[in-house]
């Protein structure tokens, strides 16, 4: 809606640009009318002339003024999802959204009742196993065994084990840790809540995974490359904004919604995704401008 609103500015100021230009020229011709009536007018006829001209210039060249409207886009990030690998209840949430988390931080915990029994279950098969596999074997060294006898004790020894280590791995995947350092996005779940099995609890945005998105022309394309460097305006923001292209895309397309105008609907687009320099002065959904950085063009130093 703020890429709309921006339109609706730059249209409004090149409309009343181009009003007061014919206010002036009103002004001028109501003027010049007037002047003949006025005592001695041919002495003034002179100054008149350089203050029309004067005008006229002024005039004209704040209609010709055409300030680079620059590439609208946005900001977008690639979230990393937390979740579970089994349904359950979220017991604890150690977040909120907004907060700053580091590698291996305890994120949440969810219900871990059944497979803590799981757990204990295997515990008692693996106990049974192994006095399986130690009374196979003492009767192999009698001779009262067979060796099939220890084999197949010894297999279902290993089996007990490896069941295990699974039931250990699913009751420690009860508890989320961060996976990568970054900023709490958004909760999905919280305590108390049920989550299904692969549903995100929460979502991280790490500061290296935030980009930005704009379209240009197809005739602006040429001037582009992979590693140019890029000027980023926004609200309020900071004059020194960079960013560094990263993707180009190889297949145009209609001119998206979201950067929608009359002039602009019929028009073929690229969209081009970039690296900001200063993540952390953007945020996500965020409406920019972009404007080319012809200093450092990367096509012509190749």
Same mark, same amino acid.
């Given at each position: 809606?703020k890429s ?10 090149? *409309? ?10 009103? #002004? ?9 009536? $006025? ?13 029309? $001209? ?13 300030? +680079? ?7 977008? *990030? +690639? ?30 915990? $969810? +219900?871990? +009742?059944?497979?803590? #029994?799981?757990?204990?279950? %295997? ?38 084990? #490896? ?8 009751? #420690?995947?009860? %508890? ?7 900023? !709490? ?18 979502? !991280?945005? &790490? ?18 490359s992979i590693g140019d ?19 180009? *895309? ?6 998206? &919604? ?35 950085? &012809? ?8």
């Amino acid at each position: 809606m703020k890429s709309i609103s921006h339109l609706i500015l730059r249209s409004a100021e090149s *409309a009343s640009r181009r009003m007061q230009a014919r206010l002036w020229l009103l #002004a001028l011709r109501d003027a010049a009318s007037r002047l003949p009536r $006025v005592r001695g007018h041919k002495r003034y006829l002179p100054r008149f002339c350089s203050i029309v $001209v004067l005008v006229l210039a002024t005039g004209l060249t704040g209609c010709n003024d055409k300030r +680079d409207p620059g590439f609208q886009g946005w900001v977008e *990030a +690639d979230m990393i999802y937390v979740s579970p690998d089994e349904a359950g209840r979220v017991t604890k949430l150690n977040i909120r959204e907004g907060d700053t988390v580091k590698v291996g931080d305890h994120l949440y915990s $969810v +219900d871990d +009742d059944l497979q803590l #029994a799981d757990l204990n279950q %295997t515990k008692a098969t693996l106990a049974n196993a192994q006095q399986t596999h130690d009374r196979a074997e003492s009767l192999r060294k009698t001779g009262s065994g067979t060796q099939a006898s220890l084999d197949s004790a010894v297999s279902d020894l290993r089996v007990a084990e #490896a069941r295990v280590v699974t039931s250990e791995t699913r009751l #420690a995947r009860r %508890t989320g840790f961060a996976p990568v350092a970054g900023t !709490i996005q958004q909760i999905y779940f919280r305590e108390g809540e049920m989550v299904a099995a692969q549903r995100p609890v929460l979502s !991280i945005m &790490p500061p290296g995974n935030m980009k930005l998105r704009f379209f240009v022309p197809e005739t602006e394309l040429p001037k582009l490359s992979i590693g140019d460097e890029v000027r980023v305006a926004c609200d309020n923001c900071a004059a020194d904004l960079t960013a560094k292209i990263y993707f180009i *895309a190889t297949s145009a397309e209609y001119t998206p &919604p979201v950067i929608y105008s009359l002039e602009e609907r019929n028009k073929l687009v690229y969209l081009i995704q970039a690296r900001p320099s200063r993540p952390d002065a953007l945020r996500v959904g965020q409406p920019i401008d972009v404007y080319l950085n &012809p200093k450092t063009p990367v096509a012509d130093k190749r």
